[in-house]
């Protein structure tokens, strides 16, 4: 027998999400039970008291999002997880975490819709809603698993991305990644980077909660720290106080932008498979991708050469990388589990440049591999 | 082992349900699977389940993919085994076989059978006379799986269920692999072909 | 006078934002007042002391005082201040809300709130319409008042704001007015007191919208109107029934004792800590406060 290797389990996505979510320092959870999220409420109610750690089952999830960012701004790193009835119910509170700065790290896994849809089924028709949702002007942050390792890596990554700029940030499961059980090789806890929030280091009477600095990002300092400061949902200056001026509204605006607009290099990851020497590209994101992996593959023995390109963040959207490959490309392939939603931003950055050609579903089930290389065939 | 096939995108992949009615445990017997493959004997292993209104009334069932590479689509395409523990699941799940694939069957349970070679078993029926009660019948079919097909070692699976199993159930948890082990070593499964009739 | 105002000042962000934006002669200034003075007596630490309130005119009042302020969304106050307390404990959070804030938008989160019996300090101040919008009904109004959106007549009744907390399990409901300012002050420092979700319900005027729909006058005869229908809760039975029409009771309304809800969470704490311990898992060191 094969000595056993360290950190290797068979795993749920929904536990690999929580148990990165734990590794990433996070002890606050608040939540709502909904299919099919809930297993993470259940884990977490197990295992956050055994880290001295606070789990809370709220009366809903407007109230769930609101007790999270309630105990991040007391300086715990807090989550909460949901999936479509439920995450439309959050839109309010992501609004406000918008607004006012709070790190929080919100899990979609994503289910059929609208309203009750397909609670056991698997979809990707919250797309858009995730950077749209809410009302108003926002950059959101959404990172996007496709495999259990992935559930665990890309959490602890949004923890790392929320603390780093002050936002929430989203993660954009599906009822299959979140349901399914892979066998798992956790990266050692010793090497992996963990990012706390920035601290102020200057005294009380000069801090700014809102302090409007080259970086775009303030320190944040906690309630109970000495630093007494007004958070709100009004649009502020940067004390935190509401402002009607407009050079103060736009200054704000602007800073909400720029800390996620000038640190794009550092957020986006694309994960691009046989691109080299590509010139049709399938454009997926999360279980979808397995999918496409498997068709890519499939064509390249034909001696197709097509390749894939995965977002891992979702949002913001790759533009820049978009921009550059699509030189290449005589066409592109967006498959996605609704009725075309990922397609409309592929062609935004495209204006004409390719084919851009589109193969949804919407029935339940999964795209397969097979669909995914009938479609290259009929296409290209 | 059993012959991996290769599929279209040059993997190596081995398709698996576990199929019955919901209480006969596909669930819980598809995690001990999963874990045997994948923990103890190593490999890449991906394990999905029906959910919804279907397991709670009809049938239940526990798909895997099992593979030596990195496993890309996580859901059968075309089953290399299919074990049935109901005849609905029997008749449901039997056309996603494929044609070599392995059929293997409650044969207490499964009486009307498909035209083809099929191994029968009477799992519900050994557990419950040997073991006192019929809720190991998915383990004993868990250890004929692993001595017919060499998919999972039978070292893997009591490891895992020497962990896995409900407390104070352990004792009996082994011995159901061994008494599925039994069951193929002195051939007292029923290989039939339906044309010639359920013996 | 002047030595009350030197004191309340040390509590306000005065340079900064004010004037406010209550009108002259609105009730929530003075509930203002009474909170400082009661935070004042009891000797808190402004850095130990978290104001969090929802949307409208007395969920303005965060801005103007030097603790740790939270302005939340529209009826959700104690929502955030669950995460608050639960995350800090040590804190004293004080949630400021209205009738609106708290009892139709939040109304799911107020009988949560009092169901579950976090250490939280409730003010609702009650001025039985919507104030920041403009004067329209709230679930407060009564019956056949006029509000912008009944303008023919509230049909519906309004809500017995401490009869629904001690029926959703508030273990501390109290009555007071913004007429009766001393006896408020007491009624506030008693609530921060109360291990436990404590309410008080402030009796507050309304005069440039509510008194003028409904023709009762400005401030000042709104306040009289408080002073002639309250009576003290220690009155009651002795008391006429017939006397009691349109009054209502203040002071301390319900005081029972009932396990707060951190605390109870210490023991989940040390409980899972102890079996994970029992069955050989490693559990990470105490990592909070």
């Known amino acids: ?23 990433a320092g996070c002890r606050f959870f608040a939540g709502y039970p909904i299919t099919p999220s809930t297993e993470m409420a259940e884990i977490l109610a197990a295992e956050l008291p055994k880290l001295s750690g606070k789990f809370i089952q709220m009366e809903d999830e407007i109230a769930s999002l609101a007790a999270v960012i309630g105990s991040s701004v007391a300086g715990v790193k807090s989550m909460t997880a949901t999936s479509g009835p439920g995450f439309s119910l959050m839109q309010e509170h992501i609004g406000y975490a918008y607004m006012a700065e709070v790190p929080c790290v919100i899990v979609d896994v994503q289910r059929g819709g609208p309203s009750t849809g397909l609670p056991t089924k698997v979809a990707q028709a919250d797309t858009m809603q995730v950077r749209w949702g809410t009302h108003g002007d926002y950059y959101a942050i959404a990172v996007a698993p496709s495999s259990v390792l992935e559930c665990y890596e890309f959490t602890l990554r949004a923890f790392n991305l929320s603390e780093k700029y002050r936002t929430p940030v989203i993660v954009l499961m599906d009822e299959v990644v979140g349901h399914m059980r892979e066998r798992v090789i956790l990266p050692d806890p010793d090497q992996m980077t963990i990012i706390d929030r920035m601290k102020p280091t200057v005294p009380p009477e000069w801090y700014q909660h809102f302090e409007i600095n080259p970086h775009f990002v303030s320190p944040m300092a906690s309630f109970g720290e000495g630093y007494r400061y007004n958070i709100t949902g009004l649009t502020h200056d940067p004390f935190g106080f509401p402002t009607e001026k407009p050079e103060e509204i736009k200054q704000k605006m602007d800073k909400l932008k720029n800390k996620i607009t000038h640190n794009l290099d550092d957020i986006i990851q694309v994960r691009a498979e046989f691109m080299e020497d590509a010139n049709i590209a399938i454009f997926a994101y999360g279980i979808v991708a397995r999918a496409a992996r498997e068709a890519v593959r499939m064509a390249r023995e034909r001696r197709i050469k097509v390749g894939l390109i995965q977002p891992l963040t979702i949002w913001p959207f790759p533009d820049q990388y978009m921009e550059h490959i699509q030189e290449q490309l005589d066409l592109i392939i967006v498959a996605e589990l609704n009725q075309g939603q990922l397609i409309g931003e592929v062609m935004r950055v495209n204006r004409g440049k390719t084919r851009v050609s589109s193969l949804t579903r919407y029935d339940s089930e999964l795209i397969t591999p097979d669909q995914v290389f009938e479609k290259i065939r009929e296409e290209k | 082992m059993e012959r991996i096939k290769k599929t279209r995108a040059g993997q190596e992949r081995y398709e698996v349900r576990l199929s019955g009615s919901g209480g006969q445990g596909m669930v819980f017997a598809g995690m001990i699977l999963a874990e045997a493959v994948g923990v103890e004997d190593g490999k890449y292993v991906c394990q999905t389940q029906s959910y919804g209104p279907e397991a709670r009334g009809g049938t239940s069932r526990s798909d895997l993919v099992i593979s030596s590479q990195e496993i890309f689509y996580p859901k059968p395409q075309e089953l290399d085994l299919l074990l049935a523990m109901t005849q609905e699941s029997c008749d449901i799940y039997f056309p996603a076989l494929r044609e070599n694939g392995t059929l293997i069957v409650d044969s207490g349970l499964v009486t009307q059978l498909p035209d083809r070679k099929v191994y029968g078993f009477t799992f519900t029926r050994i557990a419950r006379e040997q073991l006192g009660t019929p809720m190991v019948a998915n383990i004993v079919a868990l250890g004929t799986i692993s001595a017919l097909t060499k998919i999972v070692s039978r070292q893997g699976l009591l490891e895992v269920l020497k962990r896995r199993a409900p407390r104070g159930t352990e004792e009996r948890n082994l011995q159901a692999i061994e008494i599925g082990y039994e069951l193929v070593r002195k051939k007292k499964a029923k290989v039939v072909k339906s044309d010639t009739g359920v013996g | ?105 939040g109304g799911n989160h107020f009988i949560h709130a009092c169901r579950r019996n976090i250490d939280l300090t409730t003010i609702l101040i009650n001025n039985s319409t919507y104030g920041m919008t403009g004067g329209q009904v709230a679930p407060t109004t009564p019956f056949m008042k006029i509000g912008t959106t009944a303008p023919y007549g509230n049909r519906e009744r309004g809500f017995d704001i401490s009869k629904l907390a001690m029926a959703a399990g508030a273990p501390f409901v109290a009555r007071g007015t913004v007429y009766h300012v001393v006896q408020l002050q007491k009624l506030v420092e008693q609530a921060i007191l109360k291990k436990g979700f404590s309410l008080v319900e402030v009796i507050s005027q309304c005069h440039t919208l509510y008194g003028r729909l409904n023709k009762e006058g400005g401030p000042v ?40 809800y951190c605390e109870e969470y210490d023991k989940v704490i040390a409980l899972a800590q102890s079996l994970a311990e029992g069955e050989g898992v490693r559990v990470k060191g105490k990592e909070r406060e």
């Open chain 1, 1 to 23: 027998m094969k000595p056993p290797v360290k950190n290797q389990r068979l795993m749920q996505g929904n536990r690999a999400c929580v148990e990165g979510a734990m590794a």
């Open chain 3, 1 to 105: 006078m002047p030595i009350f105002s030197e004191m309340t000042h040390k509590y306000l962000r005065a340079k900064k934002k004010f004037p406010n934006v209550w009108c002259s002669g609105c009730g929530i200034g003075t509930v203002m007042g009474a909170i400082i003075r009661a935070i004042d007596h009891l000797h808190l630490s402004r850095d130990e002391v978290v104001m969090i309130s929802g949307i409208g005119c007395s969920s303005r009042m965060p801005v103007y005082v030097d603790f740790n302020t939270l302005h939340t969304t529209h009826g959700r106050p104690l929502a955030f201040a669950t995460g608050v307390k639960l995350a800090k404990p040590n804190l004293k959070v004080i949630i400021v809300t209205g009738d609106g804030d708290a009892l139709a938008i």
């Open chain 3, 221 to 260: 005869e709104m306040m009289k109107w408080q002073r002639d229908h309250a009576i003290p809760i220690s009155a009651a039975g002795k008391v006429p029934a017939e006397k009691l029409k349109d009054k209502f009771f203040t002071g301390v309304l319900w005081d029972i004792d009932f396990p707060e």
